[in-house]
T-cell receptor, first 114, second 112 residues
Framework: NAGVMQNPRHLVRRRGQEARLRCSPM?????VYWYRQLPEEGLKFMVY????????ESGMPKERFSAEFPKEGPSILRIQQVVRGDSAAYFC????????????FGPGTRLTVL | KQEVTQIPAALSVPEGENLVLNCSFT??????LQWFRQDPGKGLTSLLL?????REQTSGRLNASLDKSSGRSTLYIAASQPGDSATYLC???????????FGPGTRLSVLP
């Protein structure tokens, strides 16, 4: 059973471009969480999704950021018109619908905005 | 609003020592508490999860305890090794399925 997969692992964008980050949860997991880790800061929650539904987006900036988890395919975190302050490590975690609700993290995508 | 703190912020010990990392949270109404380790430039590895009804969990040289009423958890590492060097993160959530709130971490260095 492969772990949580994220790609790309590293992403470089210029200011104003779009960034698309992908997350494939562990097999059998239907909950996906996105977190952001800014340089020298702790991990902060952004958004929680189940298949085709956004459950909680209280941690996501209101503008330029969006997330989806379609019926088929990976979850996507999309950042439009990136700015330097978006440079961070973005982590995805997944959890099964049942059991202890333990969260398993992917390796992260490190976004650098030039 | 839940806040999680971890003490100490950094710790350096010689190999073989037993050590304790501390985690405190302000709202005792938690569902799960999970300990992770993060190596530099890497993702998070789950170490132990304690459900609110439990008092402790053990895995190998690691033991995590939970005192929900006082808002505290400790991670005990026995016979530390250089490979244990990493940042250790504590996280809690309030309800089943809810996101975690993370502490700032304890950066551990185990010297050979």
């Amino acid at each position: 059973n492969a772990g949580v997969m994220q790609n790309p692992r590293h992403l470089v964008r210029r200011r104003g471009q779009e960034a698309r980050l992908r997350c494939s949860p562990m097999k059998g997991h239907s909950h996906v969480y996105w977190y952001r880790q800014l340089p020298e800061e702790g991990l902060k929650f952004m958004v929680y999704l189940q298949k085709e539904n956004i459950i909680d987006e209280s941690g996501m900036p209101k503008e330029r950021f969006s997330a989806e988890f379609p019926k088929e395919g990976p979850s996507i975190l999309r950042i439009q018109q990136v700015v330097r302050g978006d440079s961070a490590a973005y982590f995805c975690a997944s959890s099964p619908l049942s059991g202890r609700n333990e969260q398993f993290f992917g390796p992260g995508t490190r976004l650098t905005v030039l | 609003k839940q806040e999680v703190t971890q003490i100490p912020a950094a710790l350096s010990v010689p190999e073989g020592e037993n050590l304790v990392l501390n985690c405190s949270f302000t709202d005792s109404a938690i569902y799960n508490l999970q300990w992770f380790r993060q190596d530099p430039g890497k993702g998070l590895t789950s170490l132990l999860l304690i459900q609110s009804s439990q008092r402790e969990q053990t895995s190998g040289r690691l033991n995590a305890s939970l005192d929900k009423s006082s808002g505290r958890s400790t991670l005990y590492i026995a016979a530390s090794q250089p490979g244990d060097s990493a940042t250790y993160l504590c996280a809690v959530n309030r309800h089943y399925g809810q996101n975690f709130v993370f502490g700032p971490g304890t950066r551990l260095s185990v010297l050979p």
